[in-house]
């Protein structure tokens, strides 16, 4: 865990790819750009078009991570975003060349799709924040490739894939997250964007939602995709200007208004999937009735008074937690939430705030299996309906 800071070496820019750096569309919400060309805003040191030097990153061939991933076959699809296709493939643990598929650690490889929304800029900033910092509640990024014009990114496999799927897919077959693990997940994902916080890294995160918050084989939280990092104000700046990049329902409003961004725009989008892990509704969702499509404005009067703050917890959660705990996780979710940034609390005190709250759960002996703690019977008719979400379209 720590910064490794070298050299700079060249890499080769695009000069005509077409392409335009957005952010990625996902199923819960859409993508925010006020601008389809290149940020003409100063470049800040870690996107400036050139690669930082890394001992800890390998250079793969393209041929290496065909072979990996069996030509990129479609049955080694692991998901789609806005940068390309996230392919399964298989290197030797020591030497991490291409092995035959089911022997050696699996990997995942990022694959730029160069008629997609992210481009060289994206695959860049990847590199450069990956390449350097190290934390465990960072995902792992092993190596890349830039071989003509192929961009790809390779990562560590994470087993449990995203805290969205987790918290959205429905079907029989499906468990819900359990209260224990939501809190594990909230505090790994907490401490990881407090050491991008932290005076010695001053990165702004600026994508944080829950389709990029990655969970290994034990439900550790990895944040992943920092294509829309940023590095934060230095000097006598209060804040870093920039066009609006992100995605619809997690983005702060004063970053919305005004293209200024600093760390507690992070902190007001941890605010929101907080809030989904305890309401088990997405931040954006058109589906449900009118006045509840957005989460935050659905849900703060609700935040606002603890006697109602049952109304928005997710009914599969129902006898796993005690009431004080809720209560003060839904009032971290406030203060996350607050309309005036300076009011928000920084992500050093979110992290105390969730140990206290883990801390508590062991003393009190509550397990996930016990059907303990306050009643939610008379809360029945507050229950929220799950409906089949549906992808929201793109906007510019």
């Not at 250079?59 to 296709?85: A, I, Q, Y």
């Amino acid at each position: 865990m720590g910064l490794c800071w070298s050299n700079r070496i060249k890499a080769y820019s695009p000069s005509n790819t077409g392409l335009n750096s957005k952010g990625d569309s996902s199923r819960d919400g859409r993508s925010l750009s006020n601008s389809s060309s290149r940020d003409s805003l100063p470049h800040t040191p870690r996107s400036e078009g050139e690669i930082l030097q890394s001992s800890n990153l390998k250079v793969f061939s393209f041929s290496d991570l065909k072979s990996s991933t069996r030509n990129f076959r479609p049955d080694s699809v692991l998901g789609e975003g806005g940068f390309g296709s996230v392919f399964k493939g298989w290197v030797d643990e020591n030497s991490l060349s291409a092995t035959k598929p089911g022997s050696g650690i699996i990997i995942a490889v990022k694959r730029l799709n160069q008629d997609g929304f992210q481009g060289h800029k994206e695959w860049l900033a990847e590199i450069n924040y990956l390449g350097q910092l190290h934390h465990p509640n960072l995902v792992k990024l092993l190596g890349y490739c830039l071989e003509d014009d192929h961009r790809l990114l390779v990562y560590e496999f994470l087993s449990r894939g995203s805290l969205e799927n987790h918290l959205f897919r429905r079907g029989s077959h499906v468990h819900p997250l359990s209260w224990s693990i939501r809190m594990k997940v909230a505090l790994g994902a907490a401490r990881g964007l407090a050491f991008l916080h932290s005076s010695e890294v001053q990165v702004i995160y600026r994508d944080f939602k829950a389709s990029n918050i990655l969970l290994d084989t034990n439900y550790n939280a990895k944040l992943s995709d920092f294509g829309l990092a940023r590095d934060g104000p230095t000097g006598d700046k209060s804040h870093v200007s920039t066009r609006v990049m992100g995605t619809y329902g997690y983005a702060a409003p004063e970053y919305l208004a005004t293209g200024h961004l600093t760390a507690k725009s992070d902190i007001y989008s941890f605010g929101v999937v907080l809030l989904e892990m305890l309401s088990g509704r997405r931040a954006i969702d058109k589906n449900r009735p009118s006045g509840q499509h957005n989460l935050v404005e659905w849900a703060r009067p609700y935040l606002i008074n603890k006697r109602r703050v049952l109304r928005i917890m997710d009914a599969r959660l129902e006898g796993q937690y005690a009431l004080p705990r809720a209560q003060k996780v839904a009032n971290l979710a406030l203060q996350c939430l607050a309309m005036e940034p300076r009011f928000r609390p920084n992500m050093d005190e979110v992290v105390t705030v969730l140990e206290q709250v883990q801390e508590s759960k062991k003393k009190g002996g509550l397990e996930d299996h016990q059907q303990q703690g306050y009643d939610v019977k008379e809360n029945r008719e507050a229950r929220p309906s799950y409906p089949r979400p549906s992808a929201s379209p793109l906007f510019a």
